[in-house]
């Protein structure tokens, strides 16, 4: 993914003042910024979402997005999501959404309904749909956020994974605590995102 001079405002708020940024293949890459930088925006402009005032955006291959408020339909069942999404990607099976609920610990779940599960187990859910059709580019929004320990670390395991597997993967947080598992780390600050080399306080 390449993005060059993204900018967006929401009347005279300007929130994103000229973002620029590539996501090579086989990299995993961070955003942090602090709540209201514009984290969201900039990911809901780089999924198509939503349209930039201007810049410009490419992408290369199948996309994924994991938001970080799970869009699901709480009177269906995990696997009538599943079935769902499996249409409208145009896949013929179920077999990597099956083995990323085992990975993600969510198999025991799969004929409960969406509005039962707990906050955690909801956004297994939410990480599997984005990564059921196997994208080559994958967007990350907060994805992790009430995972317990466990699943927190299965979830960088299978990052990791898909790194080594060419993909690429940005994780976006307003936390930098996983820094050190980061390929990449920038700061998105007054509209504009710094490496983590020039991140100042």
């Not at 410009?56 to 599943?82: E, I, K, S």
């Not at 940005?170 to 050190?180: F, N, R």
Request: proline residues 3%; aromatic residues 6%; neutral net charge.
């Amino acid at each position: 993914m390449e993005v060059c001079g993204v900018q967006h405002a929401y009347g005279r708020r300007k929130v994103l003042g000229g973002v620029d940024l590539v996501l090579p293949p086989g990299t995993l890459t961070g955003v942090v910024g602090e709540n209201g930088a514009g984290k969201t925006t900039l990911l809901r402009i780089l999924c198509g979402e939503l349209r930039p005032d201007s810049g410009t955006l490419r992408h290369h291959g199948r996309l994924g997005y994991c938001p970080q408020q799970a869009v699901l339909n709480d009177a269906f069942t995990v696997r009538q999501h599943l079935e769902f999404f499996r249409t409208a990607y145009g896949i013929p099976n179920l077999s990597r959404a099956e083995e990323l609920m085992g990975v993600l610990g969510l198999t025991a779940y799969a004929d409960e309904r969406t509005g039962l599960l707990s906050g955690g187990t909801r956004q297994k859910v939410n990480l599997t749909l984005a990564l059921m059709h196997d994208p080559q580019v994958l967007l990350l929004d907060e994805p992790y956020q009430g995972f317990d320990w466990e699943t927190y670390l299965r979830f960088w395991e299978l990052v990791t994974q898909l790194r080594e597997a060419g993909r690429a993967v940005l994780v976006v947080s307003h936390l930098a605590h996983d820094a050190e598992r980061l390929d990449r780390l920038f700061q998105l600050k007054g509209g504009i995102l710094h490496e983590r080399a020039e991140i100042t306080a």
